[in-house]
């Protein structure tokens, strides 16, 4: 019971980052049941099948406070349901002990993306409103898929950053797009792991948890893009899922790093990642001030 708790307040915690970053929900739930030493295929089928339920969620939510783009959903989503359900059937026909690391490493740099991407800066709002090609969509799409299913997580931090640097779209309706086109990808993703492994290793209690957990979250997370510093989180982010990462591959049979090894490791990754943090809100406090209007000035009397 409490580990179906667990995952209940990860999910929770995951779809509150997802909602209001566009990010992260698959690869910080899928590090977890990584952690708790789940087949790759099946955290990534576990993961994915719970998003059905917190996607639609998170798309409904995110429509009704207008943050949904659906031209752009359908552009980008539609190519990201093939490529995720190819990612799936390769994942599934993967042996564990080559899944685990691999997918663990694809999970490490896309953790580190997030953590140096919102360390350098935030978000671009240059060119709003000029149109996005579909020859820029649709490879986007695909590939952000495969990686999505094939790593356990990828559609948000593929998507989100590179519809964010295009300048073309407001960040709040980057992050509803990307979460509303999610809900074609985790059917695709769900739909090609069932084919490939029936239901095998996939924990039907752990599944609701997620899903009641994110589902909770949606609302309250679309309304918070409004208000959260997206920087902030991404940092925060993109930090625990790099911490998380390193320990499952330092002690996969693949490196086997001894103990004071990781303790290293683990020590420089923590002191990197407090940084970074602190870097971030001191630069966003710094942006704040600079785009605040300066007082007028009162003239002295006579």
């Known amino acids: 019971m ?19 970053l566009g990010m992260a929900y698959g690869v910080t739930t899928t590090t977890l049941l ?4 789940t087949n790759p295929a099946a955290a990534s089928a576990t993961v994915h099948l719970a998003e059905i339920g917190t996607t639609l969620a998170s798309g409904v939510s995110h429509w009704k406070f207008g943050n949904v783009d659906w031209r752009v959903v359908l552009r980008v989503g539609v190519p990201g349901a093939v490529g995720a359900f190819a ?12 899944a685990r690391p691999l997918t663990s490493t694809i999970l490490l740099v896309l953790g580190v993306y997030l953590l140096v991407r919102f360390t350098r800066s935030g978000v671009r709002t240059e060119r709003l409103g000029q149109p996005l090609r579909k020859r820029f ?9 495969f990686l999505d299913a094939s790593g356990g997580g990828g559609w948000g931090p593929v998507g989100t950053p590179a519809l964010l640097a295009s300048g073309r779209m407001e960040p709040r309706k980057v992050v509803g797009s990307i979460d509303a086109s999610e809900f074609l990808v985790a059917i695709a993703a769900s739909g090609g792991f069932l ?9 039907p209690s752990w599944v609701l948890a997620l899903l009641v957990g994110g589902v909770i979250a949606a609302p309250v997370a679309a309304y918070l893009v409004r208000i959260v510093p997206a920087r902030i989180l991404g940092v925060a982010v993109g930090g625990l899922i790099v911490l998380t990462n390193s320990r499952t591959l330092l002690t996969s049979d693949m490196v086997g790093a001894g103990e004071l090894t990781r303790t290293v490791v683990y020590s420089v990754l923590v002191a990197v990642w407090v940084g970074a943090v602190t870097y971030a809100v001191t630069a966003h406090q710094k942006e704040r001030r600079a785009a605040a209007p300066e007082p007028e000035r009162v003239a002295p009397p006579g």
């Open 2 to 20: 409490r580990q179906l708790i667990l995952l209940g307040l990860v999910g929770l915690a995951a779809q509150l980052v997802d909602g209001g």
């Open 34 to 37: 990584l952690v708790l030493g």
């Open 87 to 98: 990612g799936a059937t390769v994942l599934s026909n993967l042996e564990t002990d080559v």
């Open 137 to 145: 969509l649709a490879p986007l799409g695909l590939f952000a898929g």
């Open 195 to 203: 084919l490939a492994l029936g239901s095998q290793g996939i924990n």
